[in-house]
C-alpha cells in the first residue's frame, strides 16, 4: 500500500508543472488542460475504486459475513439452549408433580392411619367407659339395695322404740318389720 502511494507521489511531482496551469488563469475552465484534469479524475477515482473494491470492501464483506455467521451461530446456540432449558423445565415440572403426588399420597395415607387410630382409641375409651358406667351402676344398685337394708332396719328400729314409749309396750318385732317393709317397697319402686 506504501508503495501504490509513493508510486502516486511520484507522478503526480512528474506532471506537476502541465497538471496546475496557473499561468494562464482557471485551468478548469481552460479547454487546454481538460485531459488533463479528465486524466487525473480517472486516475485518482479510478485507483480510490480499486484501493475500495481490492483493500477496503473485501474487508467489510468478510467483517459482515462473520457478523451474519457469529449471529447465525449464536442464534442457533439460543434455539439449542431454548429447547434444552424447555427439556429442563419439563423434566422440573414432571419431578415436582410426581413429588406433589408422593406427597398427597403420604398425607392420604398418613390421615387415613390417624383417623383409623382415633377411631380405634375411641372405640377402646367408649367401651371403657361403657364398662365403667356397668360398674358405677352396679354399685349404685347394690348401694341402693344396701342403703334400704340399712334404712329399714333403722326404721324398725326406730319404729319400735317410737311404739314402746307410746303404748309403753315392746312391739312385735316381725310385725313391725312387715309393715316397714310394705311401706319401703311402695316407696322405692319410685326411685328403682
Known sequence: MVRHFLKFIGFFAYFSSKCFGAENGMPQLNPEYWVSQIFWL?????????????????KITQNLENRKSKILTDLDDAETSKQLLEKKISAY??????ARYEARKIMNESRKKINENIKLKKN????????????????????????????????????????????????????????VGDISKKRMQKFI
Do not use: R
Not at 477515482?45 to 480499486?50: H, V
Not at 415440572?93 to 410426581?98: F, Q, V, Y
Open 124 to 179: 377402646n375409651f367408649d367401651l371403657e367407659i361403657d364398662e365403667e358406667i356397668k360398674k358405677t351402676e352396679k354399685e349404685i344398685k347394690s348401694l341402693k339395695l344396701s342403703s334400704i337394708e340399712h334404712i329399714n332396719k333403722i326404721a324398725i328400729e326406730t319404729s319400735s322404740e317410737i311404739v314402746e314409749k307410746i303404748v309403753a309396750t315392746k312391739a312385735n318385732s316381725s310385725s313391725v318389720s312387715a309393715i
Open 42 to 58: 480517472l486516475l485518482i477515482f479510478g485507483s480510490l475504486y480499486l484501493f475500495l473494491w481490492k483493500m477496503i470492501l473485501p
Open 93 to 98: 415440572n414432571k419431578i415436582l408433580d410426581e
